[in-house]
């Protein structure tokens, strides 16, 4: 059992919640109140939303062998654009103009994702500087677009984006799963998830049995943007309102952790959407428990940083065998054959 | 040959190109700006790039030497960070002597690189990853340490801070201006004229060939995380000396800084080719934008990341064309 490659992400998770189980027996009590579900599970979710949605797309993006530093500057953008639209409405509440607003900012994004695809795929520059670029110069655009101002909105429509509920659930986890669902669904029923691991596998052998690697890698940054793009608007929607500079700060390292605690490869070839949705929950779940167990806030990034330590050195194979090697000095193979030898 | 001749001969070679450029492009901007206001031609201006920048450029230094090997350093910053806020605290709270502070500094630096360097090699863990685990660890600790920005009133510390080294012309550098020049200087030679040098050369280039060569390459990229985070402490005291005072939220988003400083001196972020030489000139470009925009006034500070973003994308398409040719 321990060889499944969810195995030891999803024992972590399961140990925190047993911490916080221990810490505050009322951890996992869920309820229904005014309609809405309530409790320590849900917030979870629903503050982790974000994190899953620009995991999943930063998923597709490293099966190709590739990575999207720029996630969190077009979290910034997209919340910034949609605020900006909105605040200028003369009713901020009318239906028909927060689904512009957000039909704005969700179209940036996807140009956004498609310039890194254009770099990508096309001018062939390394994914990790060619998204730099939109990394540096996009927090400074979304400064450019609040005009350095943070911008409050009131618009009812668009925080149920953040912390609305439909049928007693937050949208947000919704949106997320919704967003989950279709892509696993795509990936996984059609030939597109193995077309994406060859990309990243081996692009020469993709290249040569006929695949056009060049419009895979394309799609998976656009999509990657659109991820990012509804990820900021949910982020937009539960401030309310837009901050330039600290809207989703680290997302892209938080959602590079995820993958990596959910066992895929940054070298591309073998990716897990199950496993990024797991690894973003053990991100959100840490961050809960460190609240729950009543330790500064301050400590959060020291035990974050301990606990991902652990998970990695858990799942690398080199610090695998350099403790089963400590306990048993000669390998049982090797010993099996000098017996043979000698006898 | 005559002179002239010899000059109009010069054709640079290839893998100086993006250097070049680098140096064509500070010329220019310099230029410019003097031609725009009157202030801006005082050597002093240049002078005030090294003094505002010094920290960065030993931080850059040490980035250089991590892409080189084809690796990369995100704990910088939080290693800066971290520099400071020890600084502060061992100075004010513990009542350490100077030397002893710059000491346990400087160790805490390089204790932290070698054990990113050996995550690195040993455990074959991502260069990403655990430069990351780093930068959470060393922010972690600041925050731990302290939440607030203590100011320094060390005598040591203040002289060296406000100590003026006169120029002709004028003008004047600091003492960390000079610390920064013999940083580089030595990088330049460890790289340039040593076995250590040749190594990260050749690890950047392949690894698996430097292996089969037999060139000791598990010290050698040790050595360039533990160099990096040597690196980042000093340039955290640089910045003390700077400042004067030791903030836990300092020095957020260095990395990047340095990364992009490295980048547009020619550097290739995969490895085994650039100069030290281009990093500084890649320092002075980001410092010489920043002053423009300082000196025209009007234009808000986010202009100075977007126009970073834009050089970013000239330097990294003029480095594949040249690659293509």
Partial sequence: MTKHRLFWPVSALLALLLVDLIAKPSFFKVEVRDGHLYGSLIDILRLGAPLILVGIGMTLVVATRGIDLSVGSVVAISGALACLHLSGLPDQDAVGGTVVAVGMALGLCLALGAWNGFLVSVLGIQPIIATLILMVAGRGIAQLITDGQIITITSGPFRALGSGYLFLVPVSILIALAVFGLSSLLVRK??????????????????????????????????????????????????????????????????????????????????????????????????????????????????????????CLVQSPAFRDRVRRRRRPVPATESARAVEVSA | ???????????????????????????????????????????????????????????????????????????????????????????????????????????????????????????????????????????????????????????????????QIPLPGDSHVSISVLIALAVVAVAGYLLHHTRFGRTVYAVGGSEQSAVLMGLKVARTKVSVYALSGFCSALGGLLLVFYKLSGDPLSAIGTELDAIAAVVIGGTILSGGSGYVLGTVLGVLVLGMIQTLIDFDGTLSSWWTKIVIGGLLFAFIVLQRLIARR
Avoid at chain 1, 207 to 212: A, D, E, V, W
Avoid at chain 2, 104 to 109: D, F, R, T
Avoid at chain 2, 143 to 154: G, M, N
Wanted: proline content about 3%.
């Fill in chain 1, 190 to 311: 059609s030939a597109l998830g193995l077309l994406l691991e060859a990309v990243g596998g081996n692009p020469e052998a993709g290249r040569l049995s006929g695949l056009r690697s060049g419009r895979l890698t394309w799609l998976v940054y656009v999509f990657g943007g659109l991820c990012a793009g509804i990820a900021g608007l949910m982020i937009a929607a539960n401030t309310p309102g837009a901050d330039a500079n600290h809207a989703g700060l680290w997302i892209e390292l938080d959602a590079i952790l995820a993958l990596t605690i959910g066992g895929t490869k940054l070298t591309g070839g073998r990716f897990s959407l199950g496993g990024t949705v797991i690894g973003a929950l053990l991100i959100q779940t840490l961050t809960t428990t460190v609240y729950t167990l009543g330790i500064p806030d301050t400590a959060t990034l020291l035990v974050k940083a301990l606990v991902v330590l652990l998970v």
């Fill in chain 2, 1 to 163: 040959m005559t002179a002239l001749a010899r000059v109009t001969a010069y054709r640079p070679q290839q893998r100086h190109l993006p250097m070049l450029a680098t140096l064509a492009l500070l010329v220019g901007a310099y230029a410019y700006g003097a031609s725009q206001y009157t202030a801006f031609g005082s050597g002093q201006v240049v002078f005030n790039l090294f003094i505002n920048y010094s920290w960065l450029l030993v931080v850059a230094v040490g980035m250089t030497f991590v892409i080189l090997t084809g690796g990369i350093d995100l704990s910088v910053g939080s290693v800066v960070a971290l520099s400071t806020v020890l600084s502060a605290e061992l100075l004010g709270e513990q009542g350490w002597p100077a030397a002893a502070v710059v000491v346990a500094v400087l160790a805490v630096g390089l204790l932290l690189g070698t054990g990113m360097g050996a995550l690195i090699h040993y455990f074959e863990i991502q260069p990403f990853i655990a430069t990351l685990v780093g930068l959470f660890f060393a922010r972690g600790l600041c925050l731990t340490i302290s939440t607030e920005a203590p100011s320094i009133d060390d005598g040591f510390f203040t002289v060296i801070a406000q100590t």
